[in-house]
């Protein structure tokens, strides 16, 4: 099983961007199904991105859409959230996910079973 460390977050204003990593532990990473989710205060763990781990599936929630760009590097144990164009209400603390059980309901919380401890984002106005 692997380990998630996610790395990258930070303070931003509005229009900015920010880079996220999720670094994972284990030599079978390239086998895994990559997801980032994110959480606002008082809000549920909602889904953002997710890749699949031949990277040709790349599902996105709407309010991210043409905005953010998940990408992997199999080589580097690492998954990236590329977040163009942020906007407050993208603030939130984004945890990265695992697994690998087929690719049915990659965008589901339930989908994941090991979870990264989190990085915050926040975008100032």
């Known amino acids: 099983q692997v380990q998630l460390v996610e790395s990258g977050g930070g303070l931003v204003q509005a229009g900015g961007s920010l880079r996220l990593s999720c670094a994972a532990s284990?030599?079978?990473?390239?086998?895994?199904?990559m997801g980032w989710f994110r959480q606002a205060p008082g809000k549920e763990r909602e889904f953002v991105a997710a890749?699949?781990?031949?990277?040709?599936?790349?599902p996105y929630a709407d309010s991210v859409k043409g905005r953010f760009t998940i990408s992997r590097d199999n080589a580097k144990n690492t998954v990236y959230l590329q977040m163009n164009s942020l906007k407050p209400e993208d603030t939130a603390v984004y945890y990265c996910?695992?697994?690998?059980?087929?690719?049915?309901?990659?965008?589901?919380?339930?989908?994941?079973?090991?979870w990264g401890q989190g990085t915050q984002v926040t975008v100032s106005s």
């Open positions: 996910a695992a697994n690998r059980n087929g690719y049915y309901g990659i965008t589901s919380r339930t989908y994941y079973s090991t």
């Open positions: 284990g030599r079978i990473f390239s086998t895994y199904t």
């Open positions: 890749i699949t781990s031949s990277g040709d599936t790349t």
